[in-house]
């Protein structure tokens, strides 16, 4: 079943059409990558779907239902959370409290609650907590739970921002480009955790991607977008023996 309905989505800057008549699928469940080269237009397909942009023209359904005209804010309640290209962490505070930030988004507490340290703000504020160290667990970043975000290294960042995505318990994940300025070795442990972390945490992750290796690796279905265009969707096989993908992004090089 689609949990994400794009039908011929079109936006345009002024004169120049950065998506053109985008129509895919997300599968519930399934990991879906969105490739292409720089400029193709991936980013502004991730703004539209996040209500960062509104399109020009078409449709884009959740669960069914239009995500058309709604505030970001509005589309991360319906269940859409997102990472950025350029790491976005609050990074003058903890690695635990980055995590409860995503947290109190969905918590019945308010502020009233805190002041008055009322019993059910203390049992969900303790809640939290305990669920936020397991997700800290699952991304091996729990050992540094009350260090600043801002003195991680460059790949627990990137993980710390995926975890916190989470805490919003999206029913849909987009990471924009998560290996990215990754080693190989912080690379490999994130294919590892974007593998998983679907049936652990029930979301489905849509996500764009340089890395190949990475994408053929974790991917079930890939939408290829050139010039703004789809020029091509299918497995990783497909995508990796499809003639236009090759000429237009992967290279010859990049087949094998
Ligand atoms: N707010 C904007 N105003 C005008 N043009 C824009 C805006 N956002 C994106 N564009 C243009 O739309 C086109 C697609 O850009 P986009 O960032 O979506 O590509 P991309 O595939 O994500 O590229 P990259 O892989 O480099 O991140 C580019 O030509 C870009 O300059």
Redesign the pocket.
Known sequence: MAILEVKDITKQ??G?T?NKDITMDVEEGKITAVI??????????FNMITGV?QPTSGEIKLDGKSLIGLRPDEVAKKGISRTF?NIRLFGEMSVIENVLVGMHTHLKTNLLGIFLNLPFTKREEANAEKEAYRLLEYFDLHHLLNEKANNLSYGAQRKLEIARALATKPKLILLD?PAAGMNPKETKELTDIIKTMGQQFNVTVLL?E?DMKLVMEISEHIVV?DH?EKIAEGNPEQIRTNPKVIEAYLGSAAVH
């Open positions: 800057f002024g120049l950065a292409g080269p720089n400029g193709a237009g991936k980013t502004t397909f942009y290209q480009e764009i340089h977008l703004g």
